[in-house]
């Protein structure tokens, strides 16, 4: 029995989505038949169920790096070794709005949980087959996606450095958010496959405002549905012994 | 023209290699169809010529960030915009043979040019499209690689502290090289695409040992051939989106 998830080894699956907000896991476990809620703890609310018949696990994590690192941890010592991040973000670029999806290839490590693992230079980065197969499971729904760098930070209302933040704009970043560093870094440490995708709250220039809401809302369905599709092709690659069909 | 690669607009192509040694540039120019010397300055050795039609330009960075910086700086400046490094490496990881092929998909940012752009704690990453043509032209040229994250620093001759290393190497760093961290950085700044790939000429245990040159070699000439026929799809990607 883990001390925080409060689940075994038998109510975990292989692969894990892990989303911050509890009520996205629900959202998640929605699309799986025989979903069970297996654990509500300190905030984590986790389910497993199947999908086409492959076992998956759902788990939020709450915000920022020393909660989602404890259940990364926790459903790691369980067997869990491929997730993805199905989250929410804001924006750095003009050119992305409200319900945008974005796949992250690797995330400006503004977090500090990572610094416990591994030094700052060490790259957070997404395992390219799982990033593969995210960019192609949006290509077979349809669903348009941008696919690039982002931010990760420990305080969602800190005050921020302007001309940081103008560099990082300049510089191509995409989406800012709060775990995927440490998801990444962790992934690394702990030898697991990890990948990240997020819908978009804001804009460049407005945080979470209300008119994006039923956007946000749309662009949140549409990454649950790439991360569940992408999670389907990585399972069937491992059982076919071939890697995914990435 | 420019301070030190010495070369006009005329003589750049938008695809660009980047390989340290001036002796790999000529290679790379090998394959080139119609290729002239642009430029020998300074250690930068500059061919352009075309492939399947497509203009494209080979510039030795030498060794290091400082100098590497300096050549892509001076490339963009003539209109180069998408760069693929083909470079040597060595390894951390048993199971990376001498002669293997390894694409980083991040890198360790233990050098220091970079940190003058962004700070240590931004990504160095290659650009996804390009990173995505590596691995499928490897795949089409049914040659084996090796992908994840590397490791770049400033000092051939001093590795980090034992203790990093062993930290680096669970977590399944693959590639030891000196300019893939700047090329990704100064290319996330100036908003260029790049990749790098990366043909190891050690062990993790031994570093360039002569038993592996001919295994090198090998490996060198396919990180070659990789490079080019992803640059090829890219240009062709490029010409179909009307870019």
Wanted: aromatic share 8%; hydrophobic share 40%.
């Amino acid at each position: 029995m883990e001390f925080h998830i409060r689940c075994e080894a038998k109510d975990i699956a292989r692969y894990v989505f892990v989303p911050g907000d509890h009520e996205r896991a629900k959202k998640i476990a929605a699309h799986f038949d025989q979903a069970q809620l297996v654990s509500e703890s300190r905030g984590y609310l986790v389910f497993s169920g199947t999908v086409d018949g492959i076992r998956m696990t759902v788990s939020s994590t709450g915000m920022g790096g020393p909660s989602a690192a404890i259940c990364f941890e926790e459903l790691g010592h369980l067997g869990a070794n491929t997730f993805i991040r199905v989250g929410s973000c804001g924006t750095y670029q003009d050119h992305i709005t409200c319900g945008d999806v974005i796949i992250a290839t690797g995330t400006f490590r503004g977090g500090g949980t990572a610094h416990n693992y591994l030094p700052v230079p060490f790259p957070a980065v997404p395992n390219f087959e799982v990033t593969t197969a995210l960019v192609k499971a949006a290509q077979r729904l349809g669903i348009p996606v941008h696919v690039g760098p982002g931010s990760s930070g420990d305080a969602f209302y800190g005050p921020k450095d302007a001309a940081l933040q103008a560099l990082l704009k300049q510089a191509g970043l995409l989406y800012r958010e709060m775990e995927s560093d440490t998801l990444f870094v962790l992934g690394a440490v702990r030898g697991w496959r990890t990948g990240a995708l997020f819908a978009c709250d804001g804009t460049a220039t407005e945080v979470k405002p209300a008119w994006g809401e039923a956007a946000f809302r749309r662009g949140e369905e549409n990454a649950i549905r790439i991360a569940i599709e992408a999670m389907k092709a990585i399972a069937l690659g491992d059982a076919s012994g071939k890697g995914s069909q990435a | 023209m420019e301070f030190h690669i010495r070369c006009e607009a005329k003589d750049i192509a938008r695809y660009v290699f980047v390989p340290g040694d001036h002796e790999r540039a000529k290679k790379i120019a090998a394959h080139f169809d119609h290729a002239r010397l642009v430029s020998d300055t300074r250690g930068y050795l500059v061919f352009t010529g075309t492939v399947d039609g497509i203009p494209m330009t080979v510039a030795s960075t030498g060794m290091g960030g400082p100098q590497a910086a300096i050549c892509f700086e001076e490339l963009g400046h003539l209109g180069a915009d998408t760069f693929i490094r083909v470079g040597s490496c060595g390894t951390l990881q048993d199971d990376v043979p001498c002669g293997g092929v390894i694409i980083p998909t991040g890198v360790y940012r233990g050098g220091a040019t970079g940190n003058q752009y962004l700070p240590p704690a931004f990504p160095a990453l290659p650009n996804f499209q390009v990173l995505t043509a590596l691995v499928e032209a490897a795949k089409r040229l049914g040659i084996k690689v090796h992908v994840g994250i590397g490791w770049t620093g400033d000092a051939f001759y001093v590795l980090p502290e034992p203790a990093l290393i062993a930290k680096l190497k669970d977590a399944g760093v693959l590639s030891l090289d000196m300019e893939t961290d700047t090329l990704f950085i100064v290319s996330s700044f100036r908003g260029w695409r790049a990749g790098s790939i990366l043909a190891n000429d050690g062990t993790s245990k031994e570093i360039k040992p002569a038993w592996g040159e001919e295994l090198f070699r090998k490996g060198e000439e396919q990180a070659i051939r990789i490079a080019l026929e992803a640059m090829k799809s890219i240009a062709q990607a490029d010409a179909q989106e009307g870019q």
